[in-house]
């Protein structure tokens, strides 16, 4: 990989989709000397502001990137996260720790603050 070029496991979610909508889990490529993050064509920006830490170059439109967290609750308000066919395995064996669940490739995700 390039200088400073990093492939890491995200959890995504665009304001959209924040209540009611998906959330994804996938492979991204991080910039991290540039703070922006490549994924499936589309360009986020690191951002200083609010609840959402990146933005679409493109688009303009508030997302949350971070790590996958181990417990599931990784959407704001709680939902649906799809998990790309690619990062299954990974996510359901390191992140969550529970390889009989490697098959499914979503999940209901709780509320990341909150009770």
């Not at 688009?59 to 649906?80: C, F, T």
């Amino acid at each position: 990989m390039a200088s400073g070029l990093a492939r890491k496991l995200m959890f995504m979610e665009p304001r959209s989709q924040a209540i009611g909508g998906q959330g994804r889990i996938g492979w991204v490529e991080y910039i991290s000397r540039c703070g922006v993050y490549h994924y499936r064509g589309a360009v986020l920006r690191k951002s200083e502001e609010g609840d959402y830490n990146c933005f679409d170059a493109g688009s303009g439109e508030p997302y949350l990137v971070a790590e996958p967290k181990y417990n599931g609750r990784d959407k704001l308000n709680g939902g649906l996260v799809e998990i790309d066919e690619d990062a299954r395995e990974e996510y359901w064996q390191r992140i969550r720790r529970q390889p009989a669940c490697i098959a499914l490739t979503s999940f209901r995700a709780g509320a990341r603050r909150g009770r």
